[in-house]
């Protein structure tokens, strides 16, 4: 079922047509008790449009991808996962905030249940005329206890790397 869900989710992130503000790839290391794991990720962002177009500074975000976790009675897993925030440009800097919802396909001592709160902050460099970027991104999946007792969540500092379409 997960893998279902995942290849589902790459089809709505890599649309064939439109417009698209950015893809990026990311790879991360953990943090606090997510020490001994590793991730990478896959996405893509753009603004939001339709009734609320007015808020231009609001963008939202699919991605997809995975962590690897080697520590005992810890797993593997792949995630999917859909956010929105705000995202404020001045000059070659860039930063952004999103908060969303996603899928993870192995719970584990660190994260039970399917359902997690995803949160993401980055603060980069973006090029003026091309507009690819590098980003330090946090990454912060957790239930927030409203699903299960058990809320430890996992961490990741990322680096970003995003490219125009």
């Not at 359902?115 to 507009?131: A, Q, V």
Request: aromatic share 10%; glycine share 12%.
């Amino acid at each position: 079922m997960g893998a279902v869900i995942l290849i589902a989710l790459a089809a709505i992130l890599y649309p064939v047509s439109g417009y698209c503000k950015e893809s990026y790839l990311k790879y991360g290391v953990g943090v606090a008790s997510s020490k001994e794991a590793h991730s990478v990720g896959l996405g893509h962002s753009e603004p939001i449009t339709g009734a609320i177009k007015s808020l231009k500074f609001l963008e939202y975000q699919l991605e997809t991808g995975a962590w690897f976790d080697s520590k005992e009675g810890r797993k593997s897993s792949a995630y999917g996962s859909a956010s929105v925030g705000p995202s404020v440009h001045a000059g070659p800097f860039k930063a952004s905030v999103f908060h969303g919802l996603g899928l993870i396909t192995t719970p584990d001592a660190l994260l039970t249940g399917g359902l997690h709160f995803f949160h993401d902050l980055s603060l980069g460099l973006e090029d003026g005329d091309s507009k690819a970027g590098i980003s330090l991104s946090y990454k912060h999946i957790s239930n927030a206890g409203w699903f299960s007792e058990t809320n430890n969540g996992r961490d990741f500092m990322t680096i970003k790397l995003s490219i125009p379409w």
